[in-house]
């Protein structure tokens, strides 16, 4: 399906002179004339316009749990279209597929998560959480409680909301001030915040960050804490051992809600439907999107305490919140057919028990790469970590976010499409892929690294900034 040379040149013209995609340099795209144009894909390959074929280790944006090209999924869409294609919940009103996922995100998540708020994005499930736990503590008697506690690093969005309770520096940077009430401790990155240290230490001392926090804020003034299982766009920043259930415990200690951010780690990622489940722990709220629907239409939730809905249920009056979209019926049927898929192949348990090991196996051989500082994995998410000097954390130039985005366009030029977090390159292959796939991942980074070598060198003998 490649585009003919004109064909090509118009939509690289039209993109730069009408698109403004997102998180991208416009200067660097007008000097670049245009976009990679995607023209199609299928199982764990994309396709540009010039017929290069990419093995995408990056499910899209962590979400493609499925894969590309299900044809149920667009047969599910249609049929949906047809019969009801859209309609709201504001009218004391539901859609059949609306209710049943919601039932289904409840049976998935047990426990007391038995209610669902439907978003559209990651970002309006964020958005919807902060709402709804700052109005519980309203209704609770207690409004004092407003203060949400995040991490450094922290990625929950772009919204302002978004912005605001993460704590990521550049994003921080453009556009404030932000929405007061947040507060940012120590994110448990132990190859950058705590080389060399014992992973106990550490994860005692990381999580003890929020204790602290919360005492000198004092607990009458905060309202949750907010985390991501595993830090997906931080740089899959995985915590040490024991870190999770002692942040629970300080959260329970205090009365304070706590927040499992699975835009990233839900529906299988981790091999277990959910990341908290791997850890092990008991959120009272959880945002959910991308895996839930696999990408193949926008859809995000938010699971809900019973004790929470319990309060907004003895209140009375209307919650004043909600999106043209929450609960689209036909984004609800694409996200049931989606889980339908995942359990009908097995896909969580498969990560679980078979890729996930195989991918930590096969990565092992890039460990002991000279540019190679750490490689570290959880189900299907992977991080290498590209270091100047071999048993260091230090970075090339002195700085950074130099070299990763060098290994990544090389890697990219090879054929797999990859993410650069700073100098962190990060994976998140869809669940259905193959041994021999994996093993495509690894082998094209190797080459992109070795390949990279010269350029990798100049920075080394640039002088630090």
């Known amino acids: 399906m490649t585009a003919n040379v004109s064909d090509l040149a118009t939509l690289r013209r039209l993109d730069v002179e009408h698109h403004l995609p997102a998180h991208q340099d416009y200067r660097l795209l007008l000097e670049m004339g245009g976009n990679r144009i995607i023209t199609h894909a299928e199982g764990c390959r994309i396709f540009d316009a010039e017929g290069h074929s990419l093995l995408d280790a990056m499910a899209g944006l962590w979400c493609v749990q499925v894969g590309y090209g299900r044809k149920e999924l667009a047969v599910t869409a249609y049929e949906q279209m047809l019969q009801l294609a859209y309609y709201n919940t504001f009218f004391k009103t539901a859609s059949v597929p609306t209710v049943r996922l919601a039932a289904k995100l409840a049976e998935l998540l047990g426990g007391e998560l038995q209610h669902v708020f439907f978003n559209n994005s990651g970002s309006e499930a964020i958005d919807t959480i902060i709402r709804i736990v700052r109005y519980y503590w309203q209704i609770k008697g207690q409004p004092g409680r407003s203060v949400i506690i995040s991490r450094n690093n922290a990625y929950h969005g772009s919204t302002i909301g978004g912005v605001s309770v993460g704590g990521m520096e550049a994003m921080r940077k453009q556009g404030g001030p932000w929405a007061p009430g947040f507060e940012h401790v120590v994110q448990p990155y132990s190859f950058n915040e705590g080389f060399g240290e014992d ?35 931080g740089g899959v920043i995985i915590p040490p051992d024991g870190y999770w259930p002692r942040v629970e415990a300080i959260c329970r200690k205090y009365g304070i809600l706590l927040i499992s951010d699975e835009v990233i780690c839900g529906f299988g990622r981790l091999g277990r439907w959910f990341g908290f489940q791997h850890y092990g722990v008991t959120p009272d709220l959880v945002s959910m999107a991308k895996g839930l629907s696999s990408g193949y239409l926008p859809i995000s939730a938010v699971g809900v305490s019973r004790e929470i809905v319990a309060a907004l249920r003895s209140a009375g009056g209307m919650f004043v919140h909600g999106y043209t979209y929450s609960g689209h019926p036909t984004a609800a049927a694409v996200a049931l057919k989606n889980i339908e898929i995942i359990e009908r192949e097995n896909l969580v348990q498969r990560t679980a028990e078979d890729t996930a090991p195989y991918l930590a196996r096969s990565l092992r051989r890039l460990a002991s790469h000279p540019r190679v500082g750490e490689v570290r994995s959880i189900g299907l998410l992977a991080a290498i970590e590209i ?25 990219i030029k090879n054929g797999l499409m990859v993410r650069a977090i700073r100098d962190t390159l990060v994976m998140s292959p869809p669940l259905i892929i193959s041994h021999e796939e994996l093993d495509e991942v690894v082998a094209l980074i190797e080459r992109s690294l070795d390949q990279v070598e010269p350029q990798l060198l100049k920075l080394e003998a640039a002088p630090a900034p």
């Open 387 to 411: 270091t100047s000097r071999k048993g260091t954390n230090e970075r090339f130039g002195g700085a950074e976010g130099k070299a990763g985005p060098i290994v990544r366009d090389q890697c």
């Open 199 to 233: 992973l106990q230490a550490f994860a005692e001392r990381t999580a003890n960050a929020v204790e602290e926090c919360i005492l000198r804020l004092g607990p009458e003034n905060v309202a949750a804490f907010i985390g991501e299982p595993v830090q997906g766009a």
